[in-house]
């Protein structure tokens, strides 16, 4: 029998339904008024004007996502569609307990909904539906095949870390666009033909089409020899690392082995604190460490955090106050994956390095870049510092169908002197029109008119 929410439940149990820590762990932030550059679902419900998603209603919006989890449940194909209404009413329950206090975002709605998914159909919130198991427990199968195969070819690291962020791409034909939480451009790297074949042939098909993709794929901005720079500048250097995929998480593990050999430097792996569709677990990570990393991590400098974000996204107002601690000590952060990467953009309080590949709308909307040129990143971020701003606020922004200020636009374009004042103008003509926060506005302006400086100089 399905089950309704009721506020007293919801309320006894919000950090649970919010997969949030019951931890302060703001002193993480940059700023402390600091919201993402995104949107919540009770704007959405509220009929307030969004960048994404237009095309759908807020029924549609969650509707889709709530059909994916309980066709990964053991619920009868026939009741799907009721499921489906009782959870959208739930969802409706669980906002009007959380208010304007306890904000949704549009990248963390998919977590929350697998416990409300949950919920519909038990009455208690026990564990997740496994949406992925199949395809997670396949990666876990050929990926040693693979990066023995990677290890034989004497890649760089480099090379290696670019690989990683690719390998994010595979297997889209098996997730499900709701959980990257827009829809996907491409197709990525197939991976659903190839659990019919043997775990060889099959690890080898899967390395030459993900070494194809590498080789066609563009990195217009790669930080990492910045990194590299970092780390050789200090002693005992600290860097936290944020996994996403299980496929990327071997290769990432990879990277990390190497750095650990070759520079004076303690690591620390956050994965996800439970199961999140095809993102990497702290359960995930302990069974894909190779005797070298375990004996760094018997010399301490390398550890594998329990306490990571209770979602496949983050939220840094939601985070364990270990993993926040974490951040705030270290020396440089490393962020894999988009949605992480927009929730924290212009929050964090950390030197951030941040890599994905562009295939999802969303993605398109706040880089500038287009999924159909096969861009894959890694750009560095000063404490406090957006990549983009302006999702939301104005109808100069809406009708341009992206972000007012993205990647693209303001930290690595080249502009002459008469494009900087012009771009200024712009921005400035905004600011009486704008509803959202200005403070990524103002740090726009100061970095055109240093380059204007530069210019003049």
Request: glycine content about 6%.
């Amino acid at each position: 029998m399905l089950k309704i929410l009721t506020k007293d439940f919801a309320s006894e149990h919000l950090d649970d339904f919010l997969c949030q820590y019951h931890t302060d762990s703001c002193f993480v932030l940059f700023d402390k008024s600091f919201n993402p550059e995104s949107f919540t679902a009770l704007e959405k419900l509220n009929g307030n004007k969004t960048l994404f998603f237009t095309n759908l209603s807020f029924d549609e919006w969650i509707g889709n996502m709530l059909k994916e989890q309980f066709e990964s449940s053991w619920i009868d194909e026939d009741l799907i569609d009721d499921a489906v209404d009782y959870g959208i009413k739930n969802f409706k329950i669980l906002l009007e307990v959380c208010g304007d206090e306890n904000k949704i975002f549009n990248q963390e709605v998919v977590d929350v909904l697998r416990r409300i998914s949950v919920f519909t159909l038990t009455g208690e919130l026990g564990e997740n539906f496994s949406t992925a198991k199949k395809f997670n427990d396949f990666a876990h199968k050929i990926m040693p095949l693979v990066i023995n195969k990677i290890i034989s070819m004497d890649f760089s690291i480099e090379e290696i870390l670019k690989i990683s962020i690719i390998s994010g791409l595979s297997g889209l034909d098996l997730k499900g666009a709701t959980a990257a939480a827009s829809d996907h451009e491409n197709d990525g790297i197939p991976m659903g033909d190839l659990m019919d074949y043997d775990l060889k042939e099959a690890s080898e098909i899967y390395f030459d089409r993900l070494i194809n993709e590498y080789n066609s794929r563009n990195f217009p901005i790669f930080d990492f020899n910045q990194l590299l720079d970092s780390i050789k500048s200090k002693n005992d250097f600290n860097l936290v690392w944020m996994t996403d995929d299980i496929i990327e998480s071997y290769f990432d593990l990879l990277v990390i082995e190497k750095l650990l050999t070759d520079y004076d430097i303690n690591i620390t792996l956050i994965p996800k604190n439970g199961c999140f569709g095809n993102d990497a677990s702290f359960e995930d990570i302990n069974r894909s460490i190779s005797p070298v990393l375990n004996n760094f991590k018997q010399e301490n400098r390398f550890k594998v955090s329990k306490k990571g974000p209770k979602m496949a996204a983050a939220n840094l107002r939601k985070l364990s106050k270990e993993h926040a601690s974490a951040i705030l000590d270290s020396d440089a952060l490393i962020l894999k994956g988009c949605r992480i990467s927009e929730m924290f953009n212009g929050g964090i309080n950390a030197h951030t390095y941040v890599a994905y590949s562009i295939v999802r709308s969303v993605s398109e909307k706040v880089t500038g870049f287009s999924a159909d040129d096969k861009i894959s990143l890694l750009f560095h971020l000063n404490p406090g510092e957006y990549a983009f701003w302006g999702v939301k606020g104005c109808d100069d922004i809406f009708n341009m169908g992206h972000a007012f200020s993205s990647l693209n636009d303001h930290l690595y374009k080249e502009y002459s002197l008469n494009e900087l004042y012009e771009r200024i103008n712009l921005i400035n003509s905004l600011l009486n029109r704008y509803d959202g926060d200005l403070r990524p506005i103002y740090q726009e302006l100061d970095y055109l008119k240093e380059k204007i400086d530069e210019l003049d100089n």
